[in-house]
């Protein structure tokens, strides 16, 4: 089946560094979505991205649908402790009742104050 | 207002035993799911619901039958509970009709233990 390689499986940070993280496939997908898990939570969406190529930022974030529409990234700049969390990427195929979302396996990202 | 809503948030019970978890959304959306979180945190998907009728069913168990009243609540129950189900299970929702952004809207999750 189809799978999602996302990369680093976890981090440990100082608080202010910037963060990246990427998920690759070797399927195309129509959509990239990044998602954050707070501890004892459901994931809740941060980005979504629907064109190849398209770059998005959401304050400190900034998430980028690549060319070859099998890759994304998620970049986190100068990271607080609030950022601390399970972070997924998701790609999505088809559409209506034929769409089906593929997840990676998380980044987990812990901050240090 | 919750948006998308489970209960219960734990759940502890003993092998061999039958468990429901309920879960209800009110943001109108057509389209339901369960997730599956394991301890590694991988989210696996079980099922998924659009307007009362299963759309997927990913290979799980029958043991594990979704049942879906209403497009407002879909409720998950287990028969002959088993140590290996303890996970953190989610119900999510997302809108397919017209408007679809990819977004799925997440509970809380409740969290079963398998004694």
């Known amino acids: 089946g189809q799978q999602l390689n996302q990369s680093p499986q976890s981090m440990f940070i100082q608080e202010g560094e910037d963060v990246s993280m990427n998920c690759t496939s070797s399927?195309?997908?129509?959509?990239w979505l990044w998602y954050k898990q707070d501890p004892g939570e459901g994931p809740v969406l941060l980005i979504a991205?629907?064109?190849a190529g398209e770059l998005t930022s959401n304050g400190r974030l900034t998430a980028q649908f690549g060319t070859t529409r099998k890759d994304s990234f998620l970049n986190i700049s100068a990271s607080i402790p609030s950022d601390v969390g399970i972070y997924f990427c998701?790609?999505?195929?088809?559409?209506?009742?034929?769409?089906?979302?593929?997840w990676g396996l998380g980044t987990s990202l812990a901050v240090n104050p | 207002d919750t948006a998308v809503s489970q209960t219960p948030k734990y759940l502890v019970t003993q092998m061999g035993n039958d468990k429901s978890i309920k879960c209800e959304q009110n943001?109108?959306?057509?389209?339901m799911y369960w997730y599956k979180q394991d301890s590694k945190k991988f989210l696996k998907i079980m099922f998924s619901?659009?307007?009362?009728?299963?759309?997927i069913n990913e290979t799980v168990p029958n043991r594990f039958s979704p049942k879906s009243p209403d497009k407002a609540h879909l409720n998950l129950h287990i028969n002959s509970l088993e140590l290996g189900d303890s996970a953190v299970y989610f119900c999510?929702?997302?809108?397919?009709?017209?408007?679809?952004?990819?977004?799925?809207?997440f509970g809380e999750g409740s969290r079963l233990t398998v004694l």
């Open positions: 619901y659009n307007n009362k009728e299963l759309i």
């Open positions: 999510a929702s997302s809108q397919e009709v017209v408007v679809n952004t990819g977004e799925l809207f």
């Open positions: 943001l109108g959306h057509d389209t």
């Open positions: 998701a790609g999505q195929l088809g559409a209506g009742n034929n769409r089906k979302l593929i």
């Open positions: 991205l629907y064109k």
């Open positions: 399927s195309i997908f129509n959509t």
